[in-house]
C-alpha cells in the first residue's frame, strides 16, 4: 500500500516530502505531525502490516533491486 492506519489516528505512508527518495512517513493526524520512521537513500516501493500490526514488511528498490526487510513496529510506529 501507499497508506495504512497503524492505530486512530496514526498513519504510515510512503512519501517523498523533502527528499529526493520515497521514505515511510509517520503521520500523526490529531497532532498534525509527520516525520520520517525510515529515510533510505533508495526509494521504499511498498510496505505491508503484519495483522496484529506489530510487524512491518519494507521493500525497497536498491539500484533496481527489490529488497525486502522485515522490522518489529512499535504502537508508536517506531523500528526495532
Do not use: C
Request: proline letters at 5%; zero cysteines.
Amino acid at each position: 500500500p501507499i497508506a495504512a492506519f497503524l492505530t486512530d489516528p496514526l498513519l504510515l505512508a510512503l512519501s517523498d516530502e523533502g527528499r529526493e527518495f520515497d521514505g515511510l512517513q509517520r503521520i500523526a493526524l490529531a497532532a498534525k505531525k509527520r516525520d520520517f520512521v525510515m529515510a533510505p537513500e533508495w526509494d521504499i516501493e511498498s510496505f505491508a502490516l503484519s495483522p496484529d500490526k506489530k510487524r512491518i514488511v519494507i521493500v525497497v528498490n536498491e539500484d533496481g533491486y527489490s529488497k525486502l526487510s522485515i522490522h518489529e513496529l512499535s504502537a508508536d510506529a517506531s523500528l526495532g
